[in-house]
């Protein structure tokens, strides 16, 4: 089974400093493995995944992730924090083994505040 | 905008009540999901249609159904309501299913309060 955790349920960060929400997964095959931004009252809006390839992936709103396999971690980053990245962050992961569906398993989530 | 549509946006209803949330996916996109999102128990995944057909289920429960239509749109019934059902029910869809890294496209929810 698949299984995503985001161990913090909150990260502060003053406005300009970088952040970091993190991200562990956990699956039998290889994971293709996703962020997404939930923003008060709105559903789930798509900011980067990894399936292949380059370890750094680039996505929406400058936000970038490392994926990490001998950790098994895909941590979010952003070298300079808005106020406005203040929301609701999720890490989700794909199972792409034979038997697994098309699901995408999520994480607790993770509520990034953006100090001023 | 995501270009997935749930609807109604808010419900309320009353305990042992029946309600039916409407989804209508992505053009193009052929699956369709169904997750509830409620504080204690964060996003659960309930169940995959493509193309009409059943093709995953998470943890959904019997008092609960879903279905797709040619059209494919999709409902979601949910029966019997108690006080623990209520929470915020998305719908996403994707072009594809099965081994595709293809990422969920997710309307804004709809809003189940069962009093």
């Known amino acids: 089974a698949q299984s995503v955790a985001q161990p913090e349920d909150q990260v502060n960060v003053a406005e300009g400093n970088p952040l970091t929400v993190k991200c562990t997964y956990s699956?039998?095959?290889?994971?293709?493995l996703f962020w997404y931004v939930q923003y008060p009252n709105r559903g789930l809006q798509f900011l980067l995944k990894?399936?292949?390839?380059?370890?750094l992936v680039k996505g929406s709103y400058g936000f970038e992730a490392e994926f990490n396999k001998s950790q098994t971690s895909f941590h979010l980053k952003k070298p300079s924090a808005l106020v406005s990245d203040s929301a609701l962050y999720f890490c989700a992961v794909r199972d792409m083994s034979n038997n697994a569906g098309n699901m995408l398993t999520f994480g607790g989530g993770t509520r990034l505040m953006v100090k001023p | 905008d995501s270009g997935v549509t749930q609807t109604p946006k808010h419900l309320i209803t009353a305990t042992g009540q029946r309600v039916t949330l409407r989804c209508s996916p992505r053009s193009g996109d052929l699956s369709v999901y169904w997750y509830q999102q409620s504080l204690d128990q964060g996003l659960q995944f309930l169940i995959q249609?493509?193309?009409?057909?059943?093709?995953a289920k998470g943890n959904i429960l019997e008092r609960f159904s879903a279905q797709q239509f040619p059209d494919l749109h999709s409902e979601l019934n949910l029966s019997s309501l108690e006080l623990g059902d209520s929470a915020l029910y998305f719908c996403a869809s994707s072009v594809a299913s099965g081994r595709k890294g293809g990422e969920l496209f997710f309307g804004e929810g709809s809003r189940l309060t069962v009093l």
């Open positions: 249609y493509y193309n009409g057909e059943e093709r």
């Open positions: 990894y399936i292949t390839g380059d370890n």
């Open positions: 699956v039998s095959g290889n994971p293709y």
